[in-house]
């Protein structure tokens, strides 16, 4: 009996607390993928900068040997010197000298991974200035650029999510949900065929040092806006036409994250991930009309006619690739 009582009470408690327990789960379960990519990239990673750190000693050690006139001390601040200019984008290499990184085609490139949020590192300011106009740069930059981008994508998931949703909807009778699910994986396909695939191969004709994993793992880096910096495109020795490449690269950045943010809008819009989000969040407060007692004049036909039709609005927001037309209306927009 005590037992049966006991264990009643542990499951109310869980249902009282469901979305603490689950957003508890989701944050245990960030922590543990965050240690799961520190090991794996551990081990993956750690030999091979153990050998590159023995070539780098024994192509030193060599090196002094071979130049008895210079002290390690003078290799040293050298070496220190070089590093330093590289961090900024400037390389002492001869076959290097001939890219500028500030003209205007790769300031614009810079310009756009600033604003992108993905930020390479390849190229930074070296001026004080510079630096300063940076920061006022981003800090109103970055707003536009999310204000931005956010009125271009809601425009275009209208004719490219919405209206594809709901004309298989409403001219075949096929399940809202069933279509959606269906026209979110084939857009995330063409997605990634035509901004990671195609480009990908592109890149591994036009750098002479990418391969084909290469390409694409600078694809996904940028259109994640990780930026990691390692892959930079249009910086390699005697770039062809490197000043149009730079432009058709920035382009390139800019309309696919567009598409990122279609997809990932298309998929947001999903009811199943809707359902799933909503286990993480707090659940509303009660509202205060529905705690105290309605008054009298509250009663009346009208207001309980418009507090009817406020909660059908309410369950459509809710519902997804829902507009606010009536089927009509919305048949004799796709007639036209």
């Not at 400037?90 to 756009?112: C, I, M, R």
């Not at 995330?188 to 901004?195: A, E, L, M, N």
Request: some cysteine; charged content about 15%; aromatic content about 14%.
């Amino acid at each position: 009996m005590l037992q049966s009582l006991a264990g009643s009470s542990c499951v109310r408690l869980v249902e009282q607390h469901r979305s603490a327990w689950c957003f508890a789960l989701l944050v245990l379960g960030y922590l543990l993928y965050l240690v799961f990519g520190a090991v794996v990239f551990s081990s993956v990673e750690l030999p091979y900068e153990d050998l590159l750190r023995q070539e780098l000693g024994k192509l030193k050690q060599r090196f002094l040997e071979e130049h008895a006139c210079l002290s390690e001390q003078q290799l040293e601040q050298f070496l220190m010197r070089v590093l330093e200019a590289s961090n900024y984008g400037v390389s002492v290499l001869s076959n290097a000298s001939g890219n500028w990184n500030w003209d205007f085609t790769s300031s614009l490139f810079f310009a756009s991974t600033v604003l992108s949020t993905t930020g390479y590192g390849h190229t930074v300011p070296l001026s004080d200035g510079g630096k300063a106009f940076c920061i006022i740069y981003s800090v109103i930059g970055i707003p536009f650029t999310l204000l931005f981008l956010t009125a271009v994508v809601q425009r275009i998931i209208v004719y490219v999510t919405r209206r594809p949703v709901l004309y298989f909807h409403i001219r075949w009778g096929f399940s809202k949900q069933v279509v959606a699910i269906i026209h979110a994986m084939v857009l995330g396909f063409i997605t990634v065929s035509c901004f990671f695939l195609i480009p990908a191969a592109i890149f591994s004709v036009l750098e002479d040092d990418w391969n084909f994993l290469e390409s694409f793992y600078f694809c996904f880096i940028s259109l994640s806006t990780i930026g990691l910096g390692d892959y930079v495109p249009g910086e390699g020795y005697n770039q062809k036409f490197r000043e149009l490449y730079k432009i058709g690269i920035t382009c390139y950045l800019l309309m696919g994250l567009i598409a990122m943010l279609v997809v990932l809008e298309t998929f947001c819009e999903l009811h199943e991930l809707k359902k799933f989000r909503k286990l993480f969040y707090v659940k509303k407060d009660k509202e205060e009309d529905q705690v105290h007692i309605m008054e009298h004049d509250q009663l009346s036909f009208s207001s309980i006619s418009d507090q009817a039709a406020s909660m059908k609005d309410d369950q459509k927001a809710n519902e997804p690739f829902v507009n606010s037309q009536s089927p009509t209306s919305s048949d004799s927009s796709l007639n036209n």
